[in-house]
């Protein structure tokens, strides 16, 4: 199992930042790839941003230049650092990790950060 626990919503300005941070913890060692998903009322859940274990990274378009993720493995944390922050922007945010078992992928959640952007 792994547990994953996220930290750093809020309530930001149109065109703030905020950084979020996850902390995993478990069985790690087989942790393929992490990242942010988020969702909005009435939407489903997309994805933000994720990283790989060797560092490959990959964006949501609506995202791309604005944030970025960043893995600490020493510290089984990885982060979203989220720039240039606009009201679209508004969703729960969860922290998102993958491990191989058997044949297949199994996605593990946190509880969700809630990032609001209003002025």
């Known amino acids: 199992q792994v547990q994953l626990v996220e930290s750093g919503g809020g309530l930001v300005q149109p065109g703030g930042s905020l950084k979020l941070s996850c902390l995993a913890s478990?069985?790690?060692?087989?942790?393929?790839?992490m990242g942010w998903y988020r969702q909005a009322p009435g939407e489903k859940r997309e994805l933000v941003a994720s990283?790989?274990?060797?560092?490959?990274?990959n964006y949501a378009d609506s995202v791309k230049g604005r944030f970025i993720v960043s893995r600490d493995s020493a510290k089984n944390m990885v982060n979203l650092q989220m720039n240039s922050l606009k009201p679209e922007d508004t969703a729960a945010y969860y922290c998102?990790?993958?491990?191989?078992?058997?044949?297949?992928?199994?996605?593990?959640w946190g509880q969700g950060t809630q990032v609001t952007v209003s002025s």
């Open positions: 998102n990790a993958k491990r191989p078992l058997l044949n297949m992928q199994v996605n593990y």
């Open positions: 478990g069985s790690i060692s087989s942790i393929t790839v």
């Open positions: 990283i790989t274990s060797g560092g490959s990274t």
